[in-house]
Structures are given as structure tokens and as C-alpha cells.
């Protein structure tokens, strides 16, 4: 309790007790007592309470003066007072007065007494709190003066590492100035005898030009010439002996592997031409696709894109087409359409737009299948449905789609042969060929495509390195490359896998004779093994044995830059020196 409510409970105090004051005038008035009555009996009740607070007085000063006030009206409501009416009502008015001065009285003393021991209270609230907050400073004091001290001591060391420094700096520079003295001296000394010793060198060159007869530039070419040669022929021979050693131990192991490889992967061999035929239940059936007029085939041929070739040939018509996806779905149509013997205009376009959505359908089946074949499932559904449309497309008679199947299985046998993880190198493999599906739709290599591809739908930068870099139209770097480009080989270059035209088998043929022709030295040239092998003849005298490797090695790099061709082609340089004599 503060001092406000001191205040407060005085003013409480001094209402209560003018209160009391007011209601026993109120009823001394009421029974008719005048103001000398209340004045004569004053005295004897000031005797019986000398002792009286001054609230007291304060309520006998409000009783005279509300007395005065009241009288006249008393007096005059009254205009007789009742004597035994006063008399019966002044021991209660005398008694009431006693209890409030009593009351009056305690309530000050209580007040007081509150008021002390609030005060007390106070007092000693403020003192703990001037010794708490007294010591928090002291603590606060001596934390800064800690503080101080060792702030200073820290920029004492610091201001003797400062000048420590400052003397090694300053010893330094005088070091430094005496050795550039030194340098100084000694670059003078070294240019007088640079100078002399370019005179020499002059004179030394003058004499040599004059003995031997070359000039500088002569001689500095020639011996580039003999060194070039000589460096030449010995990088030839130290590639002759790595490459012997090579095979030696690496030709085997590859062997091995890849044998094993092709010999576990069991495929069968296609030969998909432009041409599909279909039976026919009778020969009457040909007027009926014919129409009358030809309608019935110009329609046909118009809404599915298809060449229909009906000739002599008994029950049968060919359906003729360079695309084999629309090749397929015309040869659907016309089966529906003759299995079902309504054959006009409007119903070949209902039956075309059913058997193209039946193509699709196996289109989707297809790429499913093949991904179930070599166990791998997390594939984008976009990729699905483009390797779905491989099913139709071939490479060299080679059908695509069992291609990548039969490259995937070799090239994850290959790569659990040497010890790496065949998932990422089957999906390479299976997926190197993915962009042959859109290279009539997008422009460029379809390595290159296949890779925009597949980083496209999600899959792994090795995934995607090893399509880009297939056909080297990116450099290998990684094993998952140089294993699909290798089970590609092995699955594109075996025994009745791919063939191609004359006209293109002849042209090779041809091309490559005319590069092994055109090298120095060479005799004769034969293209063996339905061009698989190119034997070279050399003559003896202009190729040694280091130059045939060499035109070897270049011919083959020449073949690889310049020509398409499935598989591999062997390059063979001979060599052959031969005596005869005749004995007489």
C-alpha cells in the first residue's frame, strides 16, 4: 500500500464519520431537540472524552453548523416542543453519538496504525532495493573494470607484436636493399659477358656457315627434317610394340567376352522388305477391291497411303509402301476388309481409322513387351510409346526395335563379364536408338536426337552420354558409352543381321578402293569378304614394315570418317619381298 492509498482510506475515514454526524442530527431534530439543549449537555460530554480525535471535533463542528441551519425550520414545523418525546430520545441520540465518536475514533487509529507499518514497509521495500540495485551496479562496476583490464592488456601484446613487426619489417628492407645492391652489380657483370658472348657466338656461326656452306635457316630445317623422321619412325615402333602388346593381352580377353556374350543372347534373324503381301480368299475378291471404275483401289490407296499392286499372281495382292507403320495399318484395313466383304469408299475410311488405332495399340504393346524382355520398368510413358513405333521400323533389313532388345542383353552380359553394374548399361543400350523414331519429324543425327530425348523424360547423364556418343558423333568418356557402342557393333555386324542394296553395296565396294588406291606405294587393292576385309598390296622397296602399319592404321581412319557401313571392316597392308635365281 502506497501512499495515495493512505490518503484514500483518510478521506473514507472523514466521510464515514460526517456521515455518522449528520444522521444523529437528523434524528435529534427529528425529536425536536433545540440547540441550547445540545449546547448545555456539550461540556459534560467533552469531561467524559477529553480525549477526542480531531475527526471528532470536525463532526461536533458539521453538528453546530447543520443545528443552526435546522433549527428555525424544527421550530417552526413545531412550534411546541414535546418534552417527553426529548427526553425518551436522548440516551439513544447520546449513545449514538458515543458509537460513532468510538467508531470515528478506531477507524483513525487503525488508519494511523496502517498507515505506519505501510510506511514502515515502504521504507524497507526501498531500502532492499537501493542495496540490490546498489550491488548490481558494484557487479556491473568491477565486470567493466575486468573488462578494462584485459581489453588493455590485449592492446599492450597486440602494440609489442605491432613493434616486433615493424623491427623485422625494417631489417628486411635493409636485407632487401642489400641484395638488390648485389643484383645490381651482378646484372651489370652479366650483361658485359652476355655481350661477349653473343660476339663469340657470331663469330662461331660465321665460321661454321663458311665451312660447311649452309646458312642457319638451312641447317636448323634440315635438322628439324632428320629429327621429325626420326621421331616418327620411333613413335611408329614404340605403337607397334604397344599394339603387339596389346593384343597379346587384351585381343583374347575381348574375344572371349564378346563371344560369350553374342552366344547367350540367342536372336532370330528378320528380313523386312517394302513389300508385304496379302491372301486372298478367291480370285473374285480382286474386281471387288478394285471397284467399279477403280474406285474402291483409288480410295484405298488415297486414305491409307498405300500402294495396292493386284496382278496375276492366284489369291493374292501386294501391298507396296516405303513406311512400314502405314504399311501395316493398310495391310490391317484390307484384311477387315475383306474378311468382312463390304468394300466402298466409306467403309474403307471406317475400317482405316479402326486399324490405325489398332496399330497404335500395338505400337504401346510392343514397346511394353520389350521393356519386360530386358527387365527394366521405370521408363517415361512417352518413351514407351516411341519405342512401340521401332516395332515398324527397320535398319539394313534389321528390325529396330529387336535390335536395342538384343543390344541391350549383349552389352549387360559384356559388362558382368568386366565387373560394372549392367543397369545403366543395358538402359544405354537399349535406348540408343530411341531418336530413330522421330528422325523423319526432327532434323539431325538420330544419336543426337535420341539424347535430347532421353535427358528430356528424366534419365541418367550416363544413360544419356552413351546414346549421344554411339556413333561418335560425341567422344566417349565413359565405360556405359564404349560398351554400347561395342554390343551396337556385335548385334548390327553378325552373321545375316542387316543387308543392303546392291546398288549402295557396290558403291562401297568401289569407295573403298579408290582410298586404298590413292596411298603411295600401292600396288594392287582387293575388297574381300563381301567388303568386310580390305587386303592392300604395297611394294616392298617404297613401304617398309613401320610405313605398312601406319598406311593401315590411316586407311581404316579414312574408312571410318567417310563411309556408312554396318559392322567392321578389317584393313590388311602386305608386304611381300621376293629372290628368285636360276641355277645353271
Not at 477403280?294 to 496382278?311: C, F, H, K, P, Q
Amino acid at each position: 500500500m502506497g501512499f495515495s492509498q493512505l490518503v484514500l482510506t483518510l478521506v473514507v475515514v472523514f466521510i464515514a464519520v460526517v456521515a455518522g454526524g449528520i444522521t444523529v442530527l437528523f434524528f435529534a431534530r427529528r425529536f425536536g431537540f433545540g440547540g441550547a439543549a445540545q449546547r448545555g449537555h456539550a461540556d459534560p460530554a467533552a469531561s467524559a472524552v477529553p480525549a477526542r480525535s480531531a475527526a471528532s471535533a470536525t463532526a461536533e463542528q458539521a453538528d453546530r453548523e447543520l443545528a443552526v441551519t435546522s433549527v428555525p425550520t424544527v421550530e417552526t414545523a413545531e412550534s411546541v416542543p414535546d418534552p417527553e418525546a426529548e427526553a425518551a430520545a436522548r440516551p439513544a441520540v447520546e449513545r449514538l453519538l458515543s458509537d460513532a465518536r468510538t467508531e470515528a475514533a478506531a477507524i483513525t487509529e487503525d488508519a494511523k496504525r496502517k498507515a505506519r507499518d505501510e510506511l514502515a514497509d515502504a521504507r524497507e521495500e526501498a531500502r532492499r532495493t537501493i542495496q540490490r540495485e546498489l550491488g548490481e551496479r558494484t557487479d556491473s562496476i568491477r565486470r567493466l573494470q575486468t573488462e578494462l583490464e584485459r581489453r588493455e592488456s590485449r592492446a599492450t601484446d597486440r602494440e609489442q607484436r605491432l613493434d616486433t613487426q615493424a623491427n623485422r619489417m625494417e631489417q628486411r628492407g635493409h636485407e632487401l636493399a642489400e641484395t638488390e645492391a648485389a643484383a645490381a652489380v651482378r646484372e651489370t657483370d652479366l650483361a658485359s659477358r652476355e655481350l661477349a658472348a653473343d660476339e663469340a657466338e657470331a663469330a662461331r656461326t660465321a665460321e661454321l656457315e663458311r665451312v660447311a656452306g649452309l646458312t642457319v635457316e638451312d641447317a636448323k630445317a634440315e635438322l628439324i627434317k632428320h629429327i621429325e623422321t626420326q621421331a616418327k619412325r620411333d613413335a611408329a615402333l614404340l605403337v607397334r610394340d604397344i599394339e603387339a602388346e596389346a593384343r597379346t593381352n587384351g585381343e583374347q580377353r575381348a574375344r572371349s567376352i564378346v563371344v560369350d556374350s553374342i552366344q547367350r543372347v540367342a536372336s532370330e534373324q528378320t528380313a523386312e522388305s517394302v513389300v508385304a503381301v496379302l491372301h486372298l480368299p478367291g480370285d473374285e475378291m480382286k474386281g471387288r477391291i478394285i471397284g467399279r471404275e477403280g474406285r474402291n483401289i483409288r480410295a484405298y490407296e488415297s486414305v491409307t497411303g498405300v500402294n495396292l499392286i493386284i496382278d496375276d499372281t492366284p489369291e493374292a495382292v501386294l501391298l507396296s509402301c516405303f513406311d512400314p507403320v502405314r504399311r501395316e495399318i493398310g495391310r490391317i484395313t484390307l484384311e477387315k476388309l475383306v474378311l468382312d466383304g463390304r468394300i466402298h469408299p466409306h467403309r474403307i475410311e471406317e475400317v482405316y481409322e479402326q486399324s490405325k488405332a489398332e496399330v497404335e495399340q500395338l505400337c504401346q504393346r510392343a514397346g511394353e513387351d520389350a521393356l519386360v524382355d530386358v527387365g527394366i520398368t521405370d521408363v517415361h510413358p512417352e518413351l514407351v510409346t516411341l519405342l512401340g513405333r521401332l516395332r515398324y521400323r527397320t535398319s539394313y533389313g534389321q528390325n529396330v526395335l529387336k535390335h536395342l532388345v538384343e543390344t541391350a542383353h549383349i552389352a549387360a552380359h559384356m559388362a558382368a563379364e568386366i565387373g560394372v553394374d549392367p543397369m545403366n548399361v543395358k538402359r544405354g543400350a537399349f535406348l540408343h536408338d530411341i531418336g530413330k523414331a522421330l528422325t523423319h519429324e526432327v532434323e539431325g543425327s538420330h544419336a543426337l536426337i535420341g539424347a535430347d530425348l532421353a535427358r528430356k523424360f528424366g534419365e541418367h547423364e550416363d544413360v544419356v552420354h552413351a546414346i549421344e556418343a554411339h556413333h561418335n558423333e560425341v567422344h566417349p568418356h565413359s565405360i556405359e558409352a564404349v560398351l554400347t557402342q561395342a554390343a551396337d557393333s556385335c548385334s548390327g555386324g553378325r552373321p545375316g543381321a542387316r543387308r543392303e542394296s546392291l546398288e549402295a553395296y557396290v558403291k562401297r565396294l568401289e569407295r573403298i578402293e579408290e582410298m586404298a588406291a590413292e596411298k603411295d606405294g600401292v600396288e594392287k587393292v582387293f575388297a574381300m569378304q563381301a567388303g568386310r576385309e580390305v587386303r592392300v598390296m604395297v611394294s616392298p622397296d617404297a613401304i617398309d614394315d613401320i610405313a605398312a602399319g601406319m598406311l593401315a592404321r590411316d586407311l581404316a581412319k579414312q574408312i571410318e570418317e567417310e563411309l556408312t557401313y554396318p559392322g567392321q571392316i578389317r584393313v590388311t597392308v602386305v608386304r611381300e619381298s621376293r629372290a628368285s635365281e636360276i641355277a645353271r
